[in-house]
Nanobody
Framework: QLQVVESGGGLVQPGGSLRLSCAASGLDLDAYAIGWFRRVPGKEREGVSC????????ITAESVKGRFTISRDSAKRTVYLQMSSLKPEDTGVYFC??????????????????WGLGTQVTVSS
C-alpha cells in the first residue's frame, strides 16, 4: 500500500521552531521529488517548498523564504521541513507529497501524485 506520512507538527509559540518529517511506505521516496504544501484557514492550498530527487534543487515560497528549509536524508528516506521564526500566520495543516518529476521540483500541487493526510501546525502564544 502506497502511503506518504507527515509527522512533527504541533503547537509552538511565535518565534519558535518545528521540524516536519515526510516518510513513505510502499514507494521509494528517493525516486521522487517531494513538495511541502499547507492549507491555512481562509486561504487556498499553498506550495511551501520542494526538493528534487537528488536533493540538489530546491524551491521555497517567498512567504517563508529565510525561515523554512527543506532537505532530504537519502539514508533514512526522509524529507524534512525545518521551520524557524514561526509566525501565527504559519498556522495550518502541512502536507507532504511525492511526484515523479524527472528534473527539478515544483510547487504546483498538480505535479504530485501521492499525498499524505497532513500534520497540524499551530503557532500561538
Amino acid at each position: 500500500q502506497l502511503q506518504v506520512v507527515e509527522s512533527g507538527g504541533g503547537l509552538v509559540q511565535p518565534g519558535g521552531s518545528l521540524r516536519l518529517s515526510c516518510a513513505a511506505s510502499g514507494l521509494d521516496l528517493d525516486a521522487y521529488a517531494i513538495g511541502w504544501f499547507r492549507r491555512v484557514p481562509g486561504k487556498e492550498r499553498e506550495g511551501v517548498s520542494c526538493i528534487d530527487r537528488r536533493g540538489g534543487t530546491t524551491i521555497t515560497a517567498e512567504s517563508v523564504k529565510g525561515r523554512f528549509t527543506i532537505s532530504r536524508d537519502s539514508a533514512k528516506r526522509t524529507v524534512y521541513l525545518q521551520m524557524s521564526s514561526l509566525k501565527p500566520e504559519d498556522t495550518g495543516v502541512y502536507f507532504c507529497a511525492a511526484g515523479g518529476l524527472n528534473f527539478g521540483c515544483a510547487t504546483a500541487p498538480a505535479s504530485y501524485s501521492y499525498w499524505g493526510l497532513g500534520t497540524q501546525v499551530t503557532v500561538s502564544s
